[in-house]
Structure formats: structure tokens, C-alpha cells
Nanobody, 117 residues
Framework: HVQLVESGGGSVQTGGSLRLSCQAS????????MGWYRQAPGKEREWVAA?????NTGVADSVKGRFTVSRHSYNLFLHMTTLEPEDTAMYYC???????????????WGQGTQVTV
């Protein structure tokens, strides 16, 4: 079965950096895109960044220039810099087989990792 496990969250001061990781298992390498979503308290879950099977990337306007997404084998990364209090949220890794508008349409979710700025 598909499993996504996030790590790397934590507390950081404004302007700081963090790198999130997501390790996937149970998916076919090259068959799934992967992405990051986040959900702040009282807000809806929102898309952050994604990578398709050809390593094309998409990044939300709200984090463009500060966040970088990358993928290596079954691992997905989110390098976050110049963090702001508005970036405080639970960050979720997702995987899916459809790529639409630079986003990976989620079929599977991880449990999330908390980022607090």
C-alpha cells in the first residue's frame, strides 16, 4: 500500500529556513507526481508546490522565490527560506497520478509535519 512519511518540521524564527522531506513507498517511480500542501489553523488546505514525473515543478505564488521543491527517487523535498509567521501550518506530502495546472492531484496523503514560525 502507498505510504508517505514527512519529516523535518519544527519551530523556527522569522527569516529562518527549514527543509521538509517526504519518503514514499508503495508507488511506482515515474508513475506518480508528488506535492506539498499546507493547512493553517482555521483555514482550508492549500497547495504549496509539486513535482511531476519528468521533474517539472510548480510553486504557489504565495511562496515563489522562497520555497523550492525537488524530488530524488522516492523522496520529495521542500526547502523553505525566509520563513514568515504566515507560513505556520501543518505541511502534508501528497502523491497522485494526475498533473493538472502545475499541481499534482492528490490520491494519497501523509500524516503531516508541523512548521511553526
Amino acid at each position: 500500500h502507498v505510504q508517505l512519511v514527512e519529516s523535518g518540521g519544527g519551530s523556527v524564527q522569522t527569516g529562518g529556513s527549514l527543509r521538509l522531506s517526504c519518503q514514499a513507498s508503495g508507488i511506482t517511480l515515474g508513475g506518480y507526481c508528488m506535492g506539498w500542501y499546507r493547512q493553517a489553523p482555521g483555514k482550508e488546505r492549500e497547495w504549496v508546490a509539486a513535482v511531476d514525473v519528468n521533474d517539472n515543478t510548480g510553486v504557489a505564488d504565495s511562496v515563489k522565490g522562497r520555497f523550492t521543491v525537488s524530488r530524488h527517487s522516492y523522496n520529495l523535498f521542500l526547502h523553505m527560506t525566509t520563513l514568515e509567521p504566515e507560513d505556520t501550518a501543518m505541511y502534508y506530502c501528497a502523491a497522485g497520478r494526475r498533473w493538472e495546472g502545475s499541481q499534482c492531484v492528490p490520491e494519497y496523503w501523509g500524516q503531516g509535519t508541523q512548521v511553526t514560525v
